[in-house]
T-cell receptor
């Protein structure tokens, strides 16, 4: 069974701080996605990374896929209250449809 | 227009009852999914259909039966509901193939159905 462990589970920070969320597995994934889920809604895709060592930036968010394609990180610079939500990593295994989701990181950004 | 819609949004029912959740997507996608999100927010796939055919069937009790009347609809029927079935159920859809160079499709999720079994 493939597992994706995220850390930390919970993070409460003030506006303007930086943070990093980690997503780790003992399994190799062909691709890694990050989703954000807001309360009462479904997850929304933020990014897909497919190459070991790949780094993608989305405004204040930086995503990295580990060289061995077993782990990923999400770094947020100067967090804002609008970044509050549940962040989920999800690994793809080559079967284009099936995703294994991580355990989730709940982020709260306060003023 | 809502891309992926689910009904009902809330469902409160007694143990032992049978209930259905409906999902519709207007994105023209070929693949649809059902996920279960537990109280710890862990999201796990249950089923996936591609063009009305079952392609993913994870270890789910037989009490759960998906039905896809056409590729825009995927319904979930649950028999003999148990306390442990209480969760948020998400429907999702995707195109059926990944964008060039992406290897993985984007899945579009509905707003969820909050099921509480008493």
């Amino acid at each position: 069974t493939q597992l994706l462990e995220q850390s930390p589970q919970f993070l409460s920070i003030q506006e303007g701080e930086n943070l990093t969320v980690y997503c780790n597995s003992s399994s190799v994934f062909s691709s890694l996605q990050w989703y954000r889920q807001e309360p009462g809604e479904g997850p929304v895709l933020l990014v897909t990374v497919v190459t070991g060592g790949e780094v993608k930036k989305l405004k204040r968010l930086t995503f990295q896929f580990g060289d061995a394609r077993k782990d990923s990180s999400l770094h947020i610079t100067a967090a804002q209250p609008g970044d509050t939500g549940l962040y989920l990593c999800a690994g793809g295994t080559g079967t284009a449809s099936k995703l294994t989701f991580g355990t989730g990181t709940r982020l709260q950004v306060t003023l | 227009d809502t891309a992926v819609s689910q009904t009902p949004k809330y469902l409160v029912t007694q143990m032992g009852n049978d209930k259905s959740i409906k999902c519709e997507q207007n994105l023209g996608h070929d693949t649809m999914y059902w996920y279960k999100q537990d109280s710890k927010k862990f999201l796990k796939i249950m089923f996936s259909y591609n063009n009305k055919e079952l392609i993913i069937n994870e270890t789910v009790p037989n009490r759960f039966s998906p039905k896809s009347p056409d590729k825009a609809h995927l319904n979930l029927h649950i028999n003999s509901l148990e306390l442990g079935d209480s969760a948020v159920y998400f429907c999702a859809s995707s195109q059926g193939w990944p964008p060039p160079g992406q290897l993985q499709e984007t899945q579009y999720f509905g707003p969820g159905t909050r099921l509480l079994v008493l």
